[in-house]
């Protein structure tokens, strides 16, 4: 019923920005996305949440390594999410997933997009 759909990940050098998007295909009009939240998995270390927004644009982020660098994004009329991310660093290196969340409170997840920082 929902498929999402990340891009814009890539190889930056620390310092750098990278704005990742994730599109929420929605194959039955009567589902609403609620929450669309952005995680990510470094190499070894388990799943970690990074921000989320409400439908409302009410936004919160849960490591506090990525506040001030990190914003949380969405166009509800697209259905889509965004994490805008300036001076990345090499820990920031990981898999970012998008989660969406609709109007029933099923999770629907991305494939995932690697980011990857350079020192």
């Known amino acids: 019923q929902v498929r999402l759909v990340e891009s814009g990940g890539g190889l930056v050098q620390a310092g750098g920005s990278l704005r990742l998007s994730c599109a929420a295909l929605?194959?039955?009009?009567?589902?609403?996305?609620?929450?669309m939240v952005w995680y990510r998995q470094a190499p070894g270390k388990q799943r970690e949440l990074v921000a989320y927004i409400s439908r409302a644009g009410s936004t919160n982020y849960a490591d506090s390594s990525v506040k001030g660098r990190f914003t949380i994004s969405r166009d509800n009329a697209k259905n889509t999410v965004y994490l805008q991310m300036t001076s990345l660093k090499p820990e920031d290196t990981a898999i970012y997933y998008c989660?969406?969340?609709?109007?029933?409170?099923?999770?629907?997840w991305g494939q995932g997009t690697q980011v990857t920082v350079s020192s």
């Open positions: 929605v194959s039955r009009t009567i589902f609403s996305i609620n929450n």
């Open positions: 989660k969406a969340v609709d109007d029933r409170g099923t999770n629907y």
